[in-house]
C-alpha cells in the first residue's frame, strides 16, 4: 500500500470515468522557483480537518546566510480530477478552483502574490527537478488558459486540458532568520474506500538549500470520533508518533502494506516530530470507510469492522441493509448495535456485557464524565439508535 496513493494520483484522469474517486487539490511544501542559498531552520505544519476542507497553517523559519535579497518562492498546485465544469476554473481565476484563502506573511507583514498556470511534469513529486522548469530567464512558460477552457468543453480533447497552478510571491529576505506565515484551505478529496483522504507533498522541501527540514513538527487534527491512518512513506516506525488527547494508536495493514501509523481520536490530535528531516515521501492520510458495502458478507463482517475502528456503517448505508433474514440478529447483537454512537463517545455500560464488548474494540475510550443525549447525536445516528431500537 505504501504507494498505491501515489500512484492513484498519478492516475488521475482514469477516475473520471471509473468514478472511483476525485481529486480536488493537495497541500505542498512552498519552494525557491529561482536559486537559492536560504535553508529551512524550521516549519510547524498544522493540517485540521473543517467539514469539507483541510484547514493548512504552516509556521517557517528560513535562514539567509548573506546580504539581503528579494527572491521569487512558489507554491505548486495540480489540476483538479475530474472538474468537467469550466465555469469552475472561470469563477476561480486566476486562482485553483478548489483551494481557498491563500495568504502570505512574512516578518510581520503581508505579502501579496500572483498566480501563474503552468504545466507540471507527471512523475513522483520527489524527482521533480531542484528549481522549477516552468520559469526560466525571468519569466514563466505558461499555458493558453482560454485555449484549455475551450478544451475542457470540447469532449475529444478533454484530456488536453490539465491546468496546473503556480502561485508565486516576491520574499525579502533579511540577513539571517526570516519567519514566514502561510494559510490556506482545500477542498477533502475522496476515494471510494475511504471516507477522505489527505495528501499533502512534503519532498518539495528537499528543493532549499539544506535539502532538508532543521526542525519539522506535523500537527494532524481530523476532527471528533474518527478513524485514520497514515502511509510510512517518510517515517519509519508508529513510536516516531505522539498523541494529545484522546487517542488511541495501534499498526494498521491495508492488503499486504508495510505497517500504517492507525489512530483512533475520540478528542485530540497526533503529532510527528523530527530533526534534520529529509522526507523520501509524501503525506497520505486515509480515513477508510466504517463498512464498505461490496465486502459486506455478513454481519459477522459489520461486527468486526465496529471492532476495528471508529467510521461507524450509518456513514456508508441505512440501517435495514444489514438485515439478512438467514442471519438474525439476537436481541443482545442489537442492544450493542444501539448503544453503538454512545459508546463512540465513551460511555461507560452498567450492562456487563455492552461493556465487555466495546472495551474489546480497538478505539473505545471510556469517559466517566460523558451523559448521553440522543439529541445531541448526528441525523444518521439517531436513525440509526430508532432502527435498532425497534
Not at 540577513?175 to 484551505?185: A, F, K
Not at 535539502?211 to 481530523?222: A, K, N, R, V
Not at 469517559?367 to 440509526?384: G, K, V
Request: aromatic residues 18%.
Amino acid at each position: 500500500m505504501k504507494h498505491i496513493l501515489a500512484f492513484l494520483l498519478l492516475a488521475l484522469p482514469l477516475w473520471c470515468t471509473a468514478n472511483d474517486g476525485v481529486y480536488y487539490a493537495d497541500g505542498n511544501h512552498l519552494i525557491p522557483i529561482t536559486e537559492t542559498d536560504i535553508s529551512v531552520r524550521k516549519e510547524v505544519l498544522t493540517i485540521t480537518r473543517i467539514g469539507d476542507r483541510f484547514h493548512v497553517d504552516v509556521y517557517y523559519e528560513f535562514f539567509n546566510p548573506t546580504a539581503a535579497k528579494t527572491l521569487l518562492v512558489g507554491f505548486e498546485a495540480r489540476d483538479p480530477y475530474p472538474c468537467y465544469k469550466p465555469e469552475a476554473y472561470e469563477k476561480a481565476y486566476p486562482n485553483h478552483p478548489f483551494i481557498y484563502n491563500f495568504t502570505v506573511e512574512m516578518n510581520g507583514k503581508p505579502l501579496s502574490y500572483n498566480v501563474a498556470h503552468v504545466n507540471l511534469p507527471y512523475s513522483a513529486f520527489k524527482d521533480f527537478p531542484p528549481l522549477p522548469e516552468y520559469y526560466r530567464n525571468g519569466h514563466f512558460d505558461t499555458v493558453d488558459f482560454d485555449q484549455r477552457i475551450a478544451e475542457l468543453r470540447d469532449s475529444e480533447n478533454y484530456s488536453n486540458a490539465h491546468i496546473d497552478y503556480a502561485y508565486h510571491f516576491q520574499a525579502h529576505f533579511q540577513p539571517g532568520v526570516n519567519i514566514i506565515h502561510h494559510t490556506y484551505q482545500y477542498q477533502v478529496s475522496m476515494v471510494n474506500i475511504y471516507n477522505y483522504y489527505l495528501p499533502y507533498i512534503l519532498t518539495a522541501a528537499n528543493r532549499w538549500a539544506n535539502h532538508q527540514i532543521d526542525d519539522f513538527t506535523l500537527i494532524l487534527d481530523m476532527g471528533d470520533c474518527q478513524t485514520f491512518f497514515v502511509q510510512p512513506n517518510f517515517y519509519d516506525t508508529i513510536s516516531q508518533w505522539q498523541t494529545e488527547g484522546q487517542v488511541r494508536m495501534n499498526e494498521y495493514r491495508e492488503w499486504d502494506s508495510e505497517p500504517n501509523a492507525m489512530f483512533h481520536v475520540r478528542h485530540g490530535k497526533v503529532i510527528f516530530h523530527k530533526a534534520n528531516f529529509h522526507p523520501d515521501g509524501e503525506l497520505y492520510l486515509c480515513s477508510p470507510r466504517g463498512l464498505w458495502i461490496y465486502n459486506l458478507q455478513s454481519k459477522k463482517d459489520l461486527f468486526n469492522t465496529i471492532r476495528q475502528m471508529y467510521n461507524q456503517p450509518w456513514e456508508d448505508m441505512a440501517a435495514e441493509q444489514f438485515v439478512d433474514p438467514d442471519q438474525p440478529f439476537t436481541k443482545e447483537e442489537r442492544r450493542i448495535l444501539r448503544n453503538l454512537p454512545f459508546a463512540r463517545r465513551g460511555y461507560c455500560f452498567k450492562h456487563a456485557a455492552l461493556q465487555s464488548f466495546y472495551t474489546s474494540t480497538d478505539w473505545y475510550q471510556p469517559d466517566t464524565t460523558y451523559i448521553p443525549a440522543l439529541d445531541a447525536l448526528s441525523p444518521a445516528e439517531r436513525r440509526w439508535v430508532d432502527y435498532w431500537s425497534k
